[in-house]
């Protein structure tokens, strides 16, 4: 599961995404009572934070996952980022820099 919390876009579009601070995931449908399960879990549990480039390096998402390995990292990125033209996701390691998943 993750969550966008900043949109970087926004401004440059002139757009407001509806998608801003919304949580996503594959497991579960919006709105069931297993979707929010997994929001309590997610809350509750470790969060990585991340943020999503296009091809000029340019940062147009940040937000937190709870998972910032190949298994899930790429949710992010598959689920949001790809419809932006966003080409890579970086986690924030514990030396407090980004690096590329």
């Known amino acids: 599961m993750f969550k966008i919390t900043e949109n970087l876009i926004e401004d ?21 009572e297993e979707f929010r399960q997994l929001i309590q879990k997610f809350e509750a549990g470790p969060q990585f934070k991340f943020r999503m480039r296009d091809h000029d390096q340019e940062v147009y998402f940040i937000g937190y996952s709870d998972d910032c390995t190949r298994t899930n990292g790429f949710d992010p990125l598959d689920m949001v ?7 890579d996701i970086q986690y924030l390691n514990e030396q407090g820099e980004y690096v590329r998943l």
């Open 12 to 32: 440059r579009l002139l757009e407001k995404f509806k998608f801003k601070g919304q949580y996503f995931t594959s497991e579960a449908k919006e709105g069931t």
């Open 81 to 87: 980022g790809q419809y932006y033209s966003c080409i």
